[in-house]
């Protein structure tokens, strides 16, 4: 595993923010401890605030269709999100926790809990956008989300997220950043294709069109000792674009475990928006067709 640390050298405005990327263990519980690990590594750079890759704690099961794998879905908050508490309060870190949940027997989502710096659970957001195509099964996993679109109000700044799918509809991202976000995550589990040039594309453009910053990471490796020949081998390449559409350091590596550390200068925001007028410049009246059925 590498941990790179790159961007800007810290301001008084700065926040030192971190994404993960990482193969699948084999088992719940040892992927969990390396979470953990990469907790406390993140914790000697001197991060603020870490975001795992999507449903970090398994492998990503939407390559098949298999009900053995409801047996991951965990009660949000409850005992996953616990042990990240103990870790979010002793290294003072907010931690964006992507993982499967259970609200009850058969309700199940994709979901990211928030954990502030001080330990507390903030809340949680649910991924609205269920895809179902091939390898990307996820309607037989998921409901749609149901919690609008949240931001978290975190010791170091304002938070949102959106998973994997979400990021091809525009629509949330301009929410998001409606509801105040500073930074947004998309914890992401995304194969080789057509989605390599989007991973270029859609990022970069959500974060100029919004003007704040987005945190994209992806898994790496390839699952085949749990899918055999359905597996596909997940690219990394995850990344930090600033209000601007600019990346903050360099595009991690498609096949290395990686902890990718940035200073994200939260000031850039209002030099962004006091040069480009986009929030003022919204013509909501005479957007009805975008949310007509």
Same mark, same amino acid.
């Given at each position: 595993?590498?941990?790179?640390?790159?961007?800007?050298?810290?301001?008084?405005?700065?926040?030192?923010?971190?994404?993960?990327?990482?193969?699948?263990?084999?088992?719940?519980?040892?992927?969990?401890?390396?979470?953990?690990?990469?907790?406390?590594?993140?914790?000697?750079?001197?991060?603020?605030?870490?975001?795992?890759?999507?449903?970090?704690?398994?492998?990503?099961?939407?390559?098949?269709?298999?009900?053995?794998?409801?047996?991951?879905?965990?009660?949000?908050?409850?005992?996953?999100?616990?042990?990240?508490?103990?870790?979010?309060?002793?290294?003072?870190?907010?931690?964006?926790?992507?993982?499967?949940?259970?609200?009850?027997?058969?309700?199940?989502?994709?979901?990211?809990?928030?954990?502030?710096?001080?330990?507390?659970?903030?809340?949680?957001?649910?991924?609205?956008?269920?895809?179902?195509?091939?390898?990307?099964?996820?309607?037989?996993?998921?409901?749609?989300?149901?919690?609008?679109?949240?931001?978290?109000?975190?010791?170091?700044?304002?938070?949102?997220?959106? /998973?994997?799918?979400?990021?091809?509809?525009?629509?949330?991202? &301009?929410? *998001?950043? =409606?509801?105040?976000?500073?930074? !947004?995550? @998309?914890?992401?589990?995304?194969?080789?294709?057509?989605?390599?040039?989007?991973?270029?594309?859609?990022?970069?453009?959500?974060?100029?069109?919004?003007?704040?910053?987005?945190?994209?990471?992806?898994?790496?490796?390839?699952?085949?000792?749990?899918?055999?020949?359905?597996?596909?081998?997940?690219?990394?390449?995850?990344?930090?674009?600033?209000?601007?559409?600019?990346?903050?350091?360099? /595009?991690?590596?498609?096949?290395?475990?990686?902890?990718?550390? &940035?200073? *994200?200068? =939260?000031?850039?925001?209002?030099? !962004?928006? @006091?040069?480009?007028?986009?929030?003022?410049?919204?013509?909501?009246?005479?957007?009805?067709?975008?949310?007509?059925?």
């Amino acid at each position: 595993m590498s941990v790179g640390t790159n961007g800007t050298n810290g301001t008084a405005n700065s926040v030192r923010t971190a994404i993960t990327q990482a193969t699948w263990t084999g088992d719940e519980e040892s992927m969990i401890a390396k979470h953990e690990g990469f907790v406390r590594t993140a914790a000697a750079q001197g991060v603020q605030v870490i975001c795992f890759q999507e449903l970090f704690h398994g492998p990503y099961f939407g390559i098949v269709q298999d009900a053995k794998y409801y047996d991951y879905a965990q009660a949000v908050p409850g005992p996953i999100v616990e042990r990240f508490q103990k870790l979010a309060a002793e290294f003072a870190m907010v931690i964006v926790v992507p993982m499967y949940e259970e609200e009850q027997p058969g309700v199940l989502y994709n979901t990211a809990a928030v954990i502030d710096a001080d330990g507390s659970y903030l809340g949680k957001y649910r991924k609205h956008h269920i895809p179902h195509l091939p390898q990307f099964w996820e309607k037989f996993y998921f409901r749609p989300g149901n919690t609008d679109y949240p931001v978290f109000d975190t010791r170091y700044g304002k938070i949102g997220v959106y /998973i994997c799918y979400d990021r091809h509809f525009p629509e949330g991202w &301009r929410a *998001l950043g =409606l509801n105040g976000a500073e930074i !947004v995550f @998309n914890p992401s589990a995304t194969k080789p294709g057509l989605s390599n040039r989007l991973w270029e594309l859609e990022q970069p453009a959500a974060a100029v069109a919004n003007q704040y910053y987005i945190g994209a990471n992806n898994r790496i490796g390839n699952e085949e000792a749990e899918f055999g020949a359905e597996a596909v081998t997940f690219y990394g390449s995850s990344y930090f674009v600033d209000p601007k559409g600019n990346y903050v350091g360099a /595009i991690a590596s498609t096949d290395t475990e990686e902890i990718v550390v &940035r200073d *994200l200068d =939260l000031g850039v925001i209002r030099e !962004v928006r @006091n040069s480009w007028q986009f929030y003022r410049d919204r013509r909501p009246d005479s957007y009805e067709p975008l949310v007509a059925p």
